[in-house]
């Protein structure tokens, strides 16, 4: 059993930066991927990156160019380094990990609030 627990959220200004990390009781390098979700009020969950075992990272188009998504296999981390925020970033942010390419996510964490303020 993998425990996931995400830390970094907070308020944070409109155009503000914000790092979010993603803590692993266990090795993340058995994992095929590692994905960072969010969740607003109201809305349905959706992918916001990913990152997978292989370094290839991917990105929901609403992200791109503000988000960054890393890991550090020594530190069994995934971080979310998230810059010019906006208020619609504003959700619960929660991270994932996946031993198969395709199907269902192994592992969650609890999630971690993120507020934008304008």
């Known amino acids: 059993q993998v425990q996931l627990v995400e830390s970094g959220g907070g308020l944070v200004q409109a155009g503000g930066p914000l790092s979010l990390s993603c803590a692993a009781s266990?090795?993340?390098?058995?994992?095929?991927?590692m994905v960072w979700y969010r969740q607003a009020p109201g809305k349905q969950r959706e992918s916001v990156a990913s990152?997978?075992?292989?370094?290839?990272?991917n990105y929901a188009d609403s992200v791109k160019g503000r988000f960054t998504i890393s890991r550090d296999n020594a530190k069994n981390t995934v971080y979310l380094q998230m810059n010019s925020l906006k208020p619609e970033d504003t959700a619960v942010y929660s991270c994932?990990?996946?031993?198969?390419?395709?199907?269902?996510?192994?592992?969650w964490g609890q999630g971690t609030q993120v507020t934008v303020s304008s």
């Open positions: 994932a990990a996946r031993r198969s390419i395709i199907g269902l996510n192994d592992y």
């Open positions: 266990g090795s993340i390098s058995s994992f095929y991927v």
């Open positions: 990152i997978t075992r292989g370094g290839n990272e």
